[in-house]
Nanobody
């Protein structure tokens, strides 16, 4: 059983930066790609960013490209999402998730098997 625990959410102002973390249990973290998703009130969960198992390949959604950066530290079993120049439309619950080992940078939520409980990010204007 894999447990993912997000942290780092909170209330920020537009233009601020914030870094989210996701710590995974177990000893297989480095063999799976990971992703970040978010869900705003009344909206469906949407893909934010994904990173390969080694960390060498990343991909971000167009809505956050150039502002958000996904990274990982496999020695610490931790996934990160650095969010810069935050906007009110970035307000959402952010989730980390584990992707399937056979995909390099998955983006479809249906392919991810383990999810964290989510952390709220609220951006005020």
């Amino acid at each position: 059983q894999v447990q993912l625990v997000e942290s780092g959410g909170g209330l920020v102002q537009a233009g601020d930066s914030r870094r989210l973390s996701c710590t995974a249990s177990g000893r297989t973290f480095s063999t799976y790609p990971m992703g970040w998703f978010r869900q705003a009130p009344g909206k469906e969960r949407e893909f934010v960013a994904t990173i390969s198992a080694s960390g060498g390949t990343t991909y971000c959604a167009a809505s956050v490209k150039g502002r958000f950066t996904i990274s990982r530290d496999n020695a610490k079993n931790t996934l990160y999402l650095q969010m810069n120049n935050l906007r009110p439309e970035d307000t959402a619950v952010y989730y980390c998730a584990r992707g399937p080992a056979w995909l390099t940078t998955p983006t479809d939520a249906r392919d991810f098997d383990y999810w964290g409980q989510g952390t709220q990010v609220t951006v005020s204007s």
